[in-house]
RNA sequence: GCUCGAAUGGCGAAAUUGGCAGACGCGCCAGACUUAGGAUCUGGUACCGAAAGGUGUGUGGGUUCAAGUCCCUCUUCGAGCACCA
């Protein structure tokens, strides 16, 4: 605690009022069916990203999403709208199991512990949480729905005639396991034997753990899978309608990765196999001169010639010994070898070798291409290495400037390159030993020469299917998820295993709790830690339980969804909660971002009105919430296709020296230290100040004074110090008429703060609140009626300090009963906005030379004839033949002059 | 390498839709009140110049009466993806 006395006595009533506020539940949010539920009143539900509670506490970065959402909840509040905004605990996961692990400690005991710390922390800062609705996701009476969820993929499938996920009986086939939305799978994973667990390909980062960044090596194993790919192409569209970052949507769809193209289908010469493969440029096939594996490829063994076998058994062992960071990062150059058979090329019958090379992977795809090294930069590398053979069938115009240098003079080509003129006299070059990937028109392809490479895609695939040797397809890069990890502190499956297959427990069983164990380290195997609770694992004679435990994603999946209806203790969420809170039935276009044309009138997919918080999770949590909220709304269990109707990224907050945050920099603020110094309102309201809150932002201390100085000066128009040095109301105060200069200042401020709230643009709210203060600062006697509009639009930016002030005025003066965080939201007058005079720019072209004031409603002649007349002009005007006047109305006159 | 995003005073940043660049805050300078000031209040503060005036929104060009804003070029920084056929 500093020395210095303070500039108002924050410390003394902000834990007043964050105390008055929880214990009288001031922020509950009703729902439908409530005794006090307002019919008619909008609803509005405002949420953060959950945190998980890590045991360093509270991070100036949480503080700035919380600040955002908890402006934004005040501000509807004072609308009147019904505002969910709830908070809860993200904590099952990896940091409380190690840090447990490494202090003996059960997880449940430290999450606990770093819970409440979380929960005094966001107090303190007074956000406007409804209490009542705390979730944790480690709370059995959660995980129970966690785990019924679970149930609803595993007894659901997505059938390919309706494009909708259908309960399993109307399954027909004969393996219904096979296409199951939640199944189990053998093939190779991403497993760290560090952490003692396989992880989601989004959780590996460069061949690392996204956790700990520790090697991750890929072997087989039985994991759950979740078949979030059944969804690829819906995740994809539902993007359109959201109200989000186009960088975050690019994001997904990026991820998603969808590419179409064509497969095609090479026979083998002298062997009965053909190999598929995939490319997104049929219109090459003509240039396929080999084709390559991936060493993993099934067929591999079955075509490799016998003088061949031993290369390609070395050329696979030393991949498979590599890891995934050395076969992208490291492996810039090409590797691979020949098997010594030959494919033969669907569209000319040439013979073509058939290679193995690590630069296919395995996973995309069918596993093989066909190489076209004229058109394709990584077979063009190999092809080089390998001195295999290059033939361009795709030609590039002449006029793309970089090539007509090289080529000529003359008007004609010179060898190498070669030319082919079109009707429309447009000349096409191309040479065979380059490598050009873009687009043209196709050449050397007999049925397709001449024509753009967009048609002669089409027209191959045409001829492929007619042919039977191929078929237009689409690839998408999105895997699907690797939902088990082998690790104690997570949801239990609600599966069990007997004689060698999985069956799914009843709801009645619900909740599987963890068992209570001494001992929950990783085994150093690929076992998991439930193994070794021995009695929990058998469930009957012949059934024991599956070990593995869900991902800390999955708690986090539907969450929002808990929130509406936190109690429910029959259903995940009650249906007439759901239809409120999730229902598209909020404030119309009132909150949606200014979009260009101004047109609100799109109806709106529902969800979560507002949701915020860091780009992190941009392809993770929110791809698998989505879909989560996808195959709920396909069984009929919600009634909207999307969790989040609006989204926003806070940027984030740099150390004061430009940098991230770190530890090791020793350049971490702590919100507890700016809090006990400045309080808590000084705190949210400069992190509001520092700029956009999309941006990333350095931290300064000096920033922090200067808004608590703003603040102090808040506190000063309303109390004064006494002779003991006690505050107490001022006696400046008084019912008396606003001047028409301060009318119009509180209604500009009103209606700019409004504004610039709902565009969450609060960093200029607040500049607007700075400039109305200061013309009150030496305002005596000092009108109520400026306290009357003012408080309640820094209300939700400085909650306490406004409550504190609210309930000293109300000693005096009418118009601040009650709360002031209970009050309403003031509305501005277009007529107090009004000036009469207006001042005009003078221009002589272009450059300002002079103003002039004119009364408002002169006309754009008198306007002309003043500025012409205006003495500041003269000298520039002098001796020059005036051409054009521009009469911007309200704002220059430029007088074009030669 | 590819894809996004950004670049404005000493610093954080403003700037409706092409219409007076630098609002607001920090810092700095001066003054007032004070025993005192690291409190408070007032004024000043883009740059060059004594002034008149000139120059300024990463670079170079273009459109326009008018460009931070629109178009093209390049540079730098940040983020994401990275052999995805």
New binding site residues.
């Given amino acids: 605690m ?4 303070k ?1 108002y006595p924050f410390s003394e009533f902000e834990p007043r009022w964050q105390q008055h506020w929880v214990s009288t539940q001031a922020f509950r949010a009703t729902n439908p069916g409530d005794p006090d539920f307002r019919l008619g009143a909008k609803k509005y539900f405002v949420l953060d990203m959950f945190p998980y509670p890590s045991g360093d506490g509270l991070h100036v970065g949480h503080v700035e999403g919380y600040t955002a959402t908890d402006i934004l909840a005040r501000y509807h509040r004072l609308l009147g709208d019904n505002v969910l905004h709830p908070m809860g605990w993200d904590a099952f996961g990896l940091p409380a199991e190690q840090y447990a692990i490494k202090t003996g400690q059960h997880p449940r005991i430290t999450t606990q512990r770093n819970v409440d710390n979380f929960r005094t922390q966001l107090q303190s800062l007074g956000f406007s949480y409804d209490w009542s609705r705390e979730i944790s996701t480690t709370d059995p009476e959660y995980f129970r729905w966690t785990q019924w969820i679970f149930l609803q993929l595993y007894n659901a499938w997505v059938n390919p005639a309706t494009n909708k996920a259908e309960p399993i009986s109307s399954y027909t086939g004969m393996d219904p396991d096979s296409v199951r939305l939640a199944f189990v799978s053998d093939k190779p994973v991403n497993w760290c034997p560090e952490l003692g667990t396989v992880l989601a ?2 959780e590996v ?2 061949g690392k753990s996204e956790v700990g960044g520790f090697p991750i090596e890929r072997r087989p194993m039985r994991q759950w899978m979740l078949r979030i790919t059944a969804y690829t192409e819906r995740l994809i569209a539902d993007l359109e309608g959201l109200d989000w970052p ?2 975050i949507k ?2 997904q769809r ?2 998603i ?1 969808r ?1 179409e ?1 064509a497969e095609v289908r090479f026979a083998l010469d002298g062997i009965p196999e053909d190999i598929s ?5 049929p219109d090459t096939l003509f240039g396929a001169t080999y084709l ?1 594996l ?1 060493p993993e490829h099934p067929l591999v063994e079955s075509l490799t010639s016998a003088p061949q076998q031993e290369g390609v058994a070395t050329y696979k062992k030393a991949c498979s010994s590599k890891s ?1 960071l050395e ?3 490291l ?5 691979g070898v020949f098997t010594g058979a030959y494919a033969i090329n669907p569209v000319n019958g040439e013979k073509i070798p058939v290679w193995i090379a ?15 090294p004229a058109h ?4 063009y ?2 092809a080089k290495a390998f001195g295999l053979q290059v033939t361009a069938v795709v030609a590039q115009r002449i006029s793309d400037a970089k090539i007509t240098m090289e080529i000529v003079v003359s008007g004609k080509p010179n060898p190498p390159w070669r030319a082919h003129q079109l009707n429309d006299e447009s000349v096409w070059v191309w040479r065979h030993d380059r490598c050009f990937s873009g687009e043209g028109v196709a050449v050397n392809s007999e049925f397709l020469d001449g024509l753009p490479t967009l048609e002669a895609k089409l027209k191959m695939i045409a001829w492929l299917e007619e042919q039977g040797v191929g078929k237009g397809t689409i ?3 999105l895997r699907d998820w690797l939902f088990s990890r082998q690790r104690y502190w997570g949801e239990p499956f609600p599966i069990v295993w007997e004689n060698g297959s999985h069956r799914p427990l009843s709801h009645e069983e619900l909740p599987v709790e963890p068992p209570e164990m001494e001992d929950f380290k990783p085994t150093g195997t690929a076992e998991p830690p439930l193994s070794k609770a021995k009695e929990w694992v058998r469930y009957s004679e012949t059934a024991s339980r599956e070990l593995n435990t869900m991902p800390q994603w999955a708690g986090s999946c539907w969450y929002y969804l808990r929130f509406c209806d936190p109690k429910n203790h029959d259903r995940f969420i009650g249906t007439e909660a759901e239809h409120y809170w999730m229902g598209s039935t909020g404030r119309p276009g009132g909150d949606t971002k ?1 979009t ?1 044309g101004g047109d609100h009138s799109h109806k709106t997919p529902g969800g979560v009105d507002l949701y915020v918080g860091g ?2 999770h ?2 993770l949590h929110l791809l698998y919430a989505r879909f989560w909220h996808k195959v709920l709304f396909d069984l009929g269990h919600l009634t909207t296709p999307e969790p989040f109707q609006r989204l926003v990224n806070q940027g ?1 907050i740099l150390g004061d020296d ?1 940098q ?1 945050m770190s530890k090791s920099r020793g350049n971490v603020v702590n919100p507890d230290e700016v809090v006990a110094e400045y309080g808590a309102d000084s705190l949210r309201l400069y992190e509001m ?4 809150l999309e ?4 931290w ?1 201390t ?2 922090v ?6 603040l ?2 808040v506190w ?1 128009l309303a109390m004064a110090e006494d002779q003991e040095g006690n505050w107490i109301l001022s006696d400046d105060l008084a019912e008396q008429k606003l001047t028409t200069a301060q009318r119009r200042i509180l209604h500009a401020t009103i209606k700019k703060v409004t504004h610039d709230i709902e565009s969450l ?1 609060f ?2 709210a ?3 609140m ?2 109305c ?2 013309e009150f ?2 305002a005596k006697p000092r009108p109520i009626e400026a306290m009357r509009l003012f408080l309640p639009l820094l209300s939700p930016f400085a909650p306490h300090l406004v409550e504190e002030l609210w309930s000293h005025l109300a000693t005096k003066f009418a118009g601040f009963e009650g709360l002031a965080s209970q009050s309403a939201w003031p509305s501005w007058n277009e007529d107090y906005l009004v000036v009469s005079e ?4 003078l ?1 002589v ?4 030379r002079g ?1 002039l004031t004119v009364p408002i409603a002169a006309g754009k002649e008198s306007v002309e004839k003043a500025a012409l007349a205006d003495a500041s002009l003269a ?1 520039q005007l002098e001796g020059k033949v005036i ?2 006047i ?1 009469v ?1 109305p309200g ?2 006159v ?1 007088i ?1 002059a030669v």
């Avoid at 630069?359 to 076209?372: D, E, F, P, S």
């Avoid at 100040?689 to 956009?692: D, E, I, K, V, Y």
């Avoid at 072209?845 to 300002?848: A, F, Q, S, T």
């Fill in positions: 500093s020395l210095t006395r500039h390909n989004e980062i460069d186009e960088s690019l994001l990026n991820w990765g590419s193209g493969v995939f490319t997104t440029r390559v991936a995934d076969r992208t990062d492996a810039k150059e090409k590797t690590d630069y296919v992977l395995t996973g995309y795809g069918t596993g093989a291409i066909m190489a076209v394709d930069e990584r077979d590398d190999f690839t998408y890069k200014k260009p780009t992190e941009a392809v984030m430009g991230k100040f520092m700029g956009p941006h990333g932002k350095p300064s000096t920033g004074e200067g808004v608590y100085r703003f102090a000066r000063r643009a960093n200029t607040i500049s607007q700075m400039i203060t200061n600062t030496n207006v001042s005009y720019a221009q072209n272009g450059k300002v103003h000298s051409k054009k521009i911007v704002r220059l430029n074009v």
